[in-house]
């Protein structure tokens, strides 16, 4: 078999969903991708990536995070709740390696891998999964209020929200649930 043969048979048959992304938007995906998500792959091939996220303010506030992070490192990891096709949520961790370093969305490659199994949505605000998902990363509240440009103190009333909806009775507890860890 040729080598761009052996490249292009991994990227179709890899076990997590891929994509190859201009400026955000896909250029190409492969079959784990489409069933994740429940499109096709002409539904999603030319497409925005915002269509795979909750709310469109979600896809504009994760892209500003990720553009800062993939300027200092190259890469971007996180876990989040994306959006099926169908609707339906789910908790998705994503990597994202950027092709062209002096301009990260140029052109990247991304990786999707449903982790809801070991996570269940649990129905969550915008604000409430912005400080899931910091929580998750080990952030303070301070640091929290600060990334999102509010008090500290709202960020405790959201963390309180999560406590009571994740039924944890500290934040260790909430913080294991969030990220599925066992307890």
């Known amino acids: 078999m040729h080598r761009d043969d052996e490249a292009s048979t991994a990227f179709e048959f890899a076990p997590i969903g891929l994509v190859l992304s201009h400026r955000r938007v896909v250029?190409?995906?492969?079959?784990?991708?489409?069933q994740m998500?429940?499109?096709?792959?002409a539904?999603?091939?030319?497409?925005?990536?915002?269509?795979?996220?909750?709310?469109?303010?979600?896809f504009d506030r994760i892209g500003a995070i990720g553009l800062e992070r993939m300027r200092r490192e190259n890469f971007y990891v996180d876990e989040r709740i994306m959006k099926r096709h169908d609707?339906?949520?789910?908790?998705?961790?994503?990597?994202?390696?950027?092709?062209?370093?002096?301009?990260?969305?140029?052109?990247?490659?991304?990786?999707?891998?449903?982790?809801?199994?070991?996570?269940?949505?649990?129905?969550?605000?915008?604000?409430?999964?912005?400080?899931a998902m910091h929580?998750?990363?080990?952030?303070?509240?301070?640091?929290i209020a600060r990334l999102l440009g509010i008090?500290?103190?709202?960020?405790?009333?959201?963390?309180?929200?999560?406590?009571?909806?994740?039924?944890?009775?500290?934040?260790?507890e909430c913080i294991a649930r969030i990220t599925g860890l066992p307890q």
């Open 135 to 143: 929580m998750a990363e080990g952030l303070t509240s301070k640091e």
């Open 87 to 131: 609707e339906t949520q789910f908790w998705c961790r994503v990597r994202g390696q950027s092709l062209t370093p002096e301009n990260p969305f140029e052109q990247a490659i991304w990786s999707f891998a449903d982790i809801s199994a070991a996570r269940p949505i649990v129905n969550l605000t915008r604000r409430e999964r912005q400080i």
């Open 151 to 172: 008090s500290h103190r709202t960020v405790e009333a959201h963390r309180a929200r999560l406590h009571a909806k994740l039924d944890a009775r500290n934040t260790a």
């Open 37 to 41: 998500f429940g499109y096709t792959r």
């Open 43 to 58: 539904e999603l091939e030319g497409q925005s990536l915002s269509r795979l996220y909750p709310t469109h303010e979600e």
């Open 27 to 34: 250029v190409r995906c492969n079959a784990q991708m489409c």
